[in-house]
């Protein structure tokens, strides 16, 4: 099946710092991403929603200043936590659906687990 | 889509059992359901899917009943392992949307003893 990769699987960072976290489609494109927050014991939540060469659509309550996501090819989508505080720690996952099906169904990443110190 | 809850409701089941995971979902317009698997410290993977054309679909050692009419899908896995421990959640996506917003479940923790 299809792959989607996240870098780094996890991080750790000290409180006013920027991270970024990658999400790459390996073997197929993706014109549209999403990016899901998830706290211990809780659903995914949609933060954004990340379209190729446009800018990414927001769910209601996230700031975009403070999560910046960039979706420069079909293939990768970052997400920069800007100014991270302890509030930010978190599971970010990612997920990309394949253009060349049309079916719906989406891929996951791996995760990216956030520890702000 | 189902609000999200702060502590996941658990099945605890006993290796060789069968399991049955439901999910209610709210939208009218969804066609496209989806079965995840979310192991700890990981993303979520893709089990079993069900369009709104169909009320079962088989997999192996899984099936997923839809029933339209109360807006109820459910997750059935047979001869439960240990390994099959983990969170599964329910996601909805909708044509109209054109796929654009998967929502989920608040999720179920599966537990399995050996």
């Known amino acids: 099946g299809a792959v989607v990769s996240q870098h780094p699987s996890w991080v750790i960072c000290k409180s006013g710092t920027s991270v970024k976290i990658e999400c790459r489609s390996l073997?197929?494109?993706?014109?549209?991403m999403f990016w899901y927050r998830q706290f211990p014991k809780q659903s995914l939540m949609l933060m954004a929603t990340s379209n190729e060469g446009s800018k990414a659509t927001y769910e209601q309550g996230v700031e975009k200043d403070k999560f910046l996501i960039n979706h420069a090819s079909l293939t990768l989508s970052t997400l920069t936590v800007t100014s991270a505080h302890p509030e930010d720690s978190s599971f970010y996952i990612c997920s990309a659906s394949d253009r060349g099906q049309g079916t719906g169904e989406l891929f996951f990443g791996e995760g990216s687990r956030l520890t702000v110190l | 889509g189902e609000s999200v809850g702060l502590h996941l409701p658990t099945l605890s089941v006993q290796e060789g059992d069968n399991s049955i995971i439901n999910c209610a979902y709210s939208n009218s317009a969804s066609d496209y359901f989806i079965w995840y698997k979310q192991e700890s410290g990981k993303g979520p993977q893709f089990i079993i899917d069900?369009?709104?054309?169909?009320d079962k679909r088989q997999g192996q050692r899984v099936t997923v009943l839809l029933n339209k009419t109360v807006k109820h899908l459910s997750l059935q896995i047979a001869a439960t392992q240990p390994g099959d421990s983990a969170v599964y959640f329910c996601?909805?996506?909708?044509?109209?949307?054109?796929?654009?917003?998967?929502?989920f479940g608040k999720g179920t923790m599966l537990l399995v003893s050996p």
């Open positions: 073997d197929f494109q993706a014109t549209t």
């Open positions: 996601a909805e996506n909708s044509r109209n949307s054109g796929y654009s917003t998967l929502t």
């Open positions: 069900i369009r709104s054309n169909m």
